[in-house]
T-cell receptor, first 113, second 114 residues
Framework: AQSVTQLDSQVPVFEEAPVELRCNYS??????LFWYVQYPNQGLQLLLK??????LVKGINGFEAEFNKSQTSFHLRKPSVHISDTAEYFC???????????FGTGTSLTVIP | DSGVTQTPKHLITATGQRVTLRCSPR?????VYWYQQSLDQGLQFLIQ???????AKGNILERFSAQQFPDLHSELNLSSLELGDSALYFC?????????????FGEGSRLTVL
């Protein structure tokens, strides 16, 4: 069965410091990968996605993620965070033959002034 | 604004009651997904509809049911409510039934069962 693991439930980081949010998945087939962000009292919105092609994907708000097939990972990075990046971040996976999205349990990013 | 509309935004009710949550997908999207988000369970997939037909079912309780109407809006019915059903319920829509179609989320319906 497919699963998504976000090992870090909470990540505090100082403003302007770099951050990496980790995501690992398990699947026996090819997958498509997504990162979503949820700001307080809002729905989830797409940050970036990997469907095919270059394994380094750039998204909105300066975020990027790298797909590593051998390590079954899709870690999210930002070189310099802002206060406004404080939010919950979710990694999601869907198999290339499937129709169900699997979400991780989320990582709460808190940017400290 | 994702284009997905959910009503009501907030709902407070008592145990044993029944509620209906409504979702209007983005214009042109045929697929609707329902998710439950609670503090201890994270984002749980409940059910998916595509063009009026049930396509996938997740961890949806028997007390819960859903449907997608011909105009593509969807309703999630929750009955015999329990305290543990208190959660944020999200609807998401997609153009396709899955592959290649990213999800667009509504702002959610917050259900509080007292």
């Amino acid at each position: 069965a497919q699963s998504v693991t976000q090992l870090d439930s909470q990540v505090p980081v100082f403003e302007e410091a770099p951050v990496e949010l980790r995501c690992n998945y398990s699947s026996s087939v090819s997958v498509y990968l997504f990162w979503y962000v949820q700001y307080p009292n809002q729905g989830l919105q797409l940050l970036l996605k990997y469907l095919s092609g270059s394994t380094l994907v750039k998204g909105i708000n300066g975020f990027e993620a790298e797909f590593n097939k051998s390590q079954t990972s899709f870690h999210l990075r930002k070189p310099s965070v802002h206060i406004s990046d404080t939010a919950e971040y979710f990694c999601a996976v869907i198999e290339n033959t499937g129709n169900q999205f699997y979400f991780g349990t989320g990582t709460s990013l808190t940017v400290i002034p | 604004d994702s284009g997905v509309t959910q009503t009501p935004k907030h709902l407070i009710t008592a145990t044993g009651q029944r509620v209906t949550l409504r979702c209007s997908p983005r214009s042109g999207d045929l697929s609707v997904y329902w998710y439950q988000q609670s503090l201890d369970q994270g984002l749980q997939f409940l059910i998916q509809y595509y063009n009026g037909e049930e396509r996938a079912k997740g961890n949806i309780l028997e007390r819960f049911s859903a449907q997608q109407f011909p105009d593509l809006h969807s309703e999630l019915n929750l009955s015999s409510l329990e305290l543990g059903d208190s959660a944020l319920y999200f609807c998401a829509s997609s153009v396709t039934a899955g592959v290649g179609g990213e999800l667009f989320f509504g702002e959610g319906s917050r259900l509080t069962v007292l």
